[in-house]
Every structure is written in C-alpha cells, then in structure tokens.
C-alpha cells in the first residue's frame, strides 16, 4: 500500500540528491575473517559522502500524518522516515525544527548513517551537525560486523561516536559468544579505531581478560593493539605465555613487542621492527631473556637484514647476527632448528651493475657461539673482498671477452692471515644457429697470495697460474605433441661439455675458502673448476654430456615439464686434491639425473633427483617431492631424501580443511618427519582449527629433536583469537595453522 506523504514545498523538504544514495551491496565475505558469519543481520555499509555532497544534501521526510506548529516546528506520525545524504532515520513519531535541522523521534527509532546504526525507544539527532543522544540503545557498526547494547549513545559529529556503559562483539545477532563489556566507548570512525576504558571481556559468559584501557579497528586499516595471545608448555620452557602489541609507526614502518612468560625460563622480550622505503627495506629482530633460570645467565638474540635498491643500477645487502649461546635455539626456541649452531653471519656489501660489469664491496665475519672449537677450525673473515666481473660481448669476428677478479684480506684470530687477489681473463666464440650451438673458450687463471705470519722458514708469497680451455656445445630438437587436449611443444636438448686444465702443484698453497662442488646437482657438472673457492682450480681433461627434454605451453611458453640426466667422462685422473684426501681414478663421475613438473597435472607439482654411483651401481642419493595444492586452504606435501651413509627421511605434511557450514568449520594440520636410518622421529605435530564468525580456537601438539644427543622437545600451543578485538595488527601476523608449517632445516 502506497504510504500518504505530505508533500511541504515552502520549506523544501521533498529533493532527491542527484545520483541519489543507495544501500551498498552485501559485502563478499568469502576468504575473509567473516567468511562463516552468513547474513550478517546489519544493515549494509554506507558509502560515506564527499564533502561537496553533503553541501548540496537537502532533506526529504515522509509519514503517514503531519502537523504544522508555526513557521518552524513539525510533528510526523506513521512511518516516519527522514533522509539527508547518507543519514536516514525511521521512528513512530517525530518533531522537527527546520532552524536548527533537529528532530526529536519517540517509538521503534533507528538511525543510520555511514559506518553506524543506531535503535532506541527514543532519541534526539541533529541532521546538519550530525550530534545525537539516545538512551537503552542497540548500535552496530556494518564495516566491521560489530554491534552492542548501550546505556548511552552519544553522536558527537560525523567521525566520532561516544558509547556509556556498552557492550561490544562481533558475533551475529543472538549470539553473544564473546562479549567487551566498558563503561566508555569512543568510536573515531574517520581514523578506523575504537578506544574502551574500564574493559573486561567475556567469552561463553566466563570473564577471561581486565584491562583499564583498550583500542581495537573499526575497519581493516593497520593499528595499533594486542594480537591474539597464546598460551603453550614444552619440556624446555614450561608454561609459555605469549602477549603481543602491534605498534601500527607510519605506513611504511611497524613494530611488534611480544612479552613471553615461561615458568621455567623467566620472563622474555621479543621484538620486531620493520621499514619499507622506495630504496630499502629491512626488519630487526630482538629476544632478550634476563637471568636464565636454569642456566643463570642472560640470553639474548638480534639479527638486522636490510636491502637496498638506490637506482636501477646500485644495490646493498646488511645481514648481523649475535647470539648468546649456541643453544638458544634449541632451548627457547618452538620450532625444529639446526641442532647446534656454531657461528653466525655478519654481512655488509654494496654492488654496483653496469651495463658491461658489475662490481661488489662486501665486509663478512662470523660470530663464533660454540667456543669449543678450536681456533683453526672457526671461519676466516673477510675484511674486505672485492670481487669484479665483466664482459664485452659481440666484438670484432664474434668473440666475447671476460675479466673475473677478486681481492679479499683473511683474518683469523691465532691463525696465518693473508691477502688474496685472483684474476681470471677470457674469451669465448659463441657460433649460434637457429636449432645449435658451439662456443669455444679459453681463459687463464691467476692467483696471488701474500701471508703476514706464516711460519718461520716459509714464504710470505706463493702464486698460481693455470690456462682453462673448453668447448660449449648442443642441440635443440622440438615437435608438437599434445596433453589431455592441450597443445605442447616437446622438446628435446642434448649438450656436450668439455673441459681441459693442466695440472698445477698446489699442496703448497692454504685453504681459506675453498670446498669440494657437489656433483650431485646436473649444473655441477659444466663448471671449470671442480672447487668452490679460488684456493684450488681442480686439473681435468673430461667431457659431460647431458640430454634434457622438456613440454612447453605451445601459447604461453609455460615449462610443464622438465627431465635432465647428465655425466662426465673422465680421460685422466684428477691429482688436485683438499687435504686428506686421495686422487680422483674414475673414468667417470656419477649419473645425475633431473625431474620437475609445474601443473602437467593440475594442481600436482613434483620433482626428484637421483645420483647414481657408476661404480656400485647403487644410488648414492635421491630425493623426491610431491604437491598437491588445489587451493591455499589445502595443501599437500610428501618428500623422501636419501643419501648413502648419511641420512634417509621422509616428511609428510598436509593443511586440509576437515568440515564446515555456514556457521562453523573445522581445519586441521600435521606433520612427520621421520629418519628411516635412526628410526626416529625427527618431528611430529597435529593441530586442530574450530572457526566460528566471530571467534576461533587453535590447538596444535609438536615434538621435535632439539639436540644431536638425540633429546626432544614437547610442545602444546593453544590460541584462542576474539575476531575484531585481538587481531589488529597486519594479515601477516594471522597465520593460523598454516604457520605451523613454515620451512625448517634439520642436519645429522
């Protein structure tokens, strides 16, 4: 039935805005933190109006019945609705002043505007100011999905709601599974913050928290505020209590405080900093326990890792560690870490790329924390190095010429310390075809060192001259072929590599740097030198050959699939040795084999590597890996690593939601890793999610190893996390269960 409107022209009042206002679409709440809420029983944002809207806003009422009290003053009846811009107001009964745009509203009166709504018996509001009381009220906030009871519901202008004696949560209507209770709620809505005083929070009607003072986001802008705290035990730390304070600094800097309680232990500080500018970004990491309980002295943790990008041509790269002790990780740390840290790094270097080189400053040391080890056996520092490397491509006749230079200063405590330069020229006749290719090359490698004291009787100088020649070469054949209806390009590359350096004398010279290449990875076997480091360039006369096949996307180009297997062939043996070790008389080194697939079945990732011994003919190292990751909330992970006398493990992980409906659903992670050698658990854990629209719980259980003595570590976390209140900080710090599964490294 169409309702009877008294239309009042004198005074204005019948004008629609021009592109007038509309309820705003329901928000899609699907992959957010309100995704089980369903309706959410709140009337739709509002968008707020510009500035120059709000000028040209005029007033419309409507109701059923109307009365006229002098020039100024109208009673309403029936119906009531008034609008103005984005404020709307609907009650039983009504009287509006037009001098000063107030209405005084009496039976079933709501109100809303943009970011608020607000139900009483009867209230008082101000339409130009945007001032207004109301007593016994209900609010809501629509942008945040909160709503409350209060005593008092102050409006004290268009960015700023005042509640007394208030409730706040945000669970859907009729549910009250947490509850804030304060005596004073201030609402800013224009900075997306609310702050309580006098607070006490609720959860099944059971009081859990006390605080004189809280703030908590009106929107999902960044603040400032606790995060969700967790509460956990373990053998190492007892009881362990963890509280977190986000500092929200400016928009490109942030900070977050964790106090950590442990009964065992004490109390412990953690910290981190982070900064994003155009030209670097870095984080600052700090744990700090005062008076180790059981250990009686302090431990302490800092590292700081910054990179800088100034340009498109000049970078830097700052990475400091300090540590305490070398157990720090193992006893207060909740994660499986390596087991015994020896030293860490302390890393600056600045790099600059040309177009035809690139050069590189860089200062390293290591910290030492296990103090057991013997001077001679604790890394060198390098104090500085410079490294230079460049290249001038397609010169006269084709030739492309290379310089690759170093000078770095090793000092060591107790230890023979020197200077250091390597210099390497070269040059190479890339001959490209369409379908091959053949690149010659020769180089000569030269490297000088000058000792400061060296034993007596020894030289202070010693050097080392040795020519490299080699010969790049491979084919590429490629066919169209097809995948369950999908066209692909099969490819097929064989390359043949090889590699003659003459044997040089080099017992003679120290080892600062330098290690054995792993020739367990395919690119390992294209090398010129056998060695990491400049202190040995290995002599070989050798050829690999390697056969790769792979399928293209035929129109995006997308690798799907990938296949390498490669070896060298040996025509002599090799007598550059590191010490301790015997000459090299095989004919040829290992079969190393390559696999990798990205999508080949959809949502499957794999890859695998195997080293097979061509001596034994047993396999000296496999590895395997499985994905399945059809979407981010399940994931699937399977992994096997062997390697003869050394380790064999598997690690099966997953992330699989278990339930769920409109209202509530159940997530679940675990692990286990397992060393089939030891037969021993390396880690295990099993944690459960119960999520809710307004509030969820965590449970996670976790054993892992924690030393070589074979010692474990029990580890319970529980977490419950009030969804609006407690998690105010950046989406990064909302994990969830998934955290639980961030990568780790472990080392027999």
Known sequence: MRRNTHILPSLGLICLLSGGYSAAQGADFTDSEWALCGEPGHAPAIPRPTAEELEQAETRLSADQSEVLGKEIFNFSGDVEVHRADQELLSDRARYNRSDATVEAEGNVRYTQSGLGVEADSGFFNLDTREGRADSARYRLPDKHARGKADTVLLEGPDQTRLKGATYTTCNPGKEDWLLHSSNIKLDHKEGVGVARNVWVGFKGVPIFYSPYMSFPLDDRRKSGFLTPSLGTSNEVGTDIRIPYYFNLDPNRDATLTLRNTTRRGQQLLGE???????????????????????????????????????????????FNYLSDRNYFEELGDNLKTSSITHVERLGEITYRADLWTATARLQGFQTVDQTLAPSSRPYQRLPQLLFSGSLPDQGYGPRYTLSGEYVRFNQASSVTADRIDLQPGVQLPLNARAAYLTPGVSLRHTQYAFDNRSAGLDNHASRTVPIANLDSGVFFERNADWGGTPLVHTLEPRLYYLYVPFRGQTGL?????????????????????????????????????????????????ELLRASVGQIHYFSERKVTLSGTAEERSVTSNIVGELSSTDLVQHWRANAGVVLNSQTDYFDKTTFGLRYNPDKYRVLDLSYRFQRDSLEQTDISALWPLARNQERQWNAVARWNYSLRDNLTLEALGGVEYDTCCWTVRLAARRFLNSTAGATNDAILLQLELKGLSSVGHKEYKKGLSGLLDPVTFQR
């Open 510 to 558: 120290p080892n600062f740097d330098t290690g054995a290449l792993d020739l367990g990875v395919l690119s390992n076997l294209f090398q010129s030198n056998r060695f990491s480091g400049a202190d040995r360039v290995g002599d070989a006369n050798q050829a690999t050959y390697a056969l790769t096949t792979r399928l293209l996307h035929e129109q995006t180009g997308a």
């Open 273 to 319: 900093f982070r900064y994003l500018y155009p030209t670097n970004q870095g984080t600052m990491d700090l744990g700090y326990l005062p008076d180790d309980k059981i250990r009686g002295k302090d431990r302490a943790l800092f590292s700081f890792k910054d990179q800088g990008h100034y340009g498109n041509r000049l970078t830097s790269n700052i990475n």
